[in-house]
């Protein structure tokens, strides 16, 4: 898979968080619902303007929420404003900043960075207790369509990525391609022959092994196609035992986990790479 799918999609940075108020864990809750999350925090060897820069440039029509109370060596609101003359619409930005600001200073950062700049993020106060942050950003992030065109994050799979069932008592077994919370792709073996499942079949009993985690799920067939290669590409609506779409409650967040590991490491180890060049033609 190319490096342009793998970071396809609306994505929202972090930059330079204070954990106390922000802590790694939301990251994985905001995947849960449809956000694709990323914290940029380490400036020890790429500089934080440089950092913002490759991510920009690399994940276009992504949002960006500055901590600006966090000292980097950065001058934020002169730096805010060249990144936002420079992006234009193409990034979404957003300040966050630690309550307990006079409300001098506070009217005059909204001033500033809402009036002055048009940033379309908000001028955010974090509360002191972070379990209301998490609410504060996620409304943040609802109203600015952080979740992009897809609702779900999917997880694009390596080869070990499996599944099997049984249709018309023959089993069907193949690779999974992509996976989501609610949907999965599938490819059946070319090596075998298995009959034609017309389209909104509902199978049960589908296993799939997914990053070591194998579970059940039944599934209803939404798209079928040929691929360029000859093969059969099947996409998948989970459903849960009550028909509902998803996954079971026991097994979602396991799926949940994977899924963020897959998603963010790849995008994590492109942006990487990036900024490993750009240091070295800057020695």
Request: net charge neutral; hydrophobic share 35%; glycine share 6%.
């Amino acid at each position: 898979m190319d490096a342009k799918t793998e970071i396809e999609g609306r994505k929202t940075f972090f930059i330079a968080p204070d954990l106390t108020f922000f802590p790694e864990s939301y990251l994985e809750e905001f995947l849960a619902r449809g956000y694709e999350s990323y914290i940029i925090k380490d400036f020890r060897f790429y500089p934080m303007e440089e950092q913002v820069r490759i991510i920009s440039e690399t994940c276009p029509d992504s949002i960006f929420f500055f901590f600006i109370d966090s000292e980097v060596g950065v001058d934020w609101p002169r730096f805010i404003k060249y990144f936002q003359t420079k992006n234009g619409e193409k990034a979404l930005i957003g300040v966050l900043y630690a309550k307990g600001k006079p409300d001098d200073q506070k009217s005059a950062l909204e001033r500033y960075y809402l009036f002055d700049l048009g940033i379309q993020c908000g001028c955010i106060e974090l509360e002191y207790k972070k379990e209301k942050n998490f609410a504060i950003i996620d409304r943040v992030m609802y109203a600015n369509q952080a979740c992009g065109r897809r609702k779900n994050v999917r997880a694009i799979c390596d080869s070990t990525s499996k599944a099997y069932f049984s249709y018309n008592d023959v089993v069907i077994r193949g690779t999974v391609s992509d996976i989501s919370l609610s949907h999965f792709s599938f490819v059946p073996d070319p090596n075998f022959t298995f009959p034609a499942i017309p389209l909104y079949t509902k199978i049960d009993g589908m296993t799939i092994s997914f990053k070591g985690y194998r579970f059940v799920t039944s599934g209803n067939l939404v798209i079928q196609r040929e691929l360029d290669n000859g093969k059969i590409l099947q996409v998948f609506l989970m459903l849960k035992n009550n028909g509902q779409p998803g996954l079971e409650p026991d097994i979602a967040p396991k799926v949940s986990q994977r899924i963020y590991q897959v998603v963010t490491d790849k995008v994590k180890e492109i942006l990487l790479e990036k900024c490993k060049r750009w240091k070295q033609e800057n020695l």
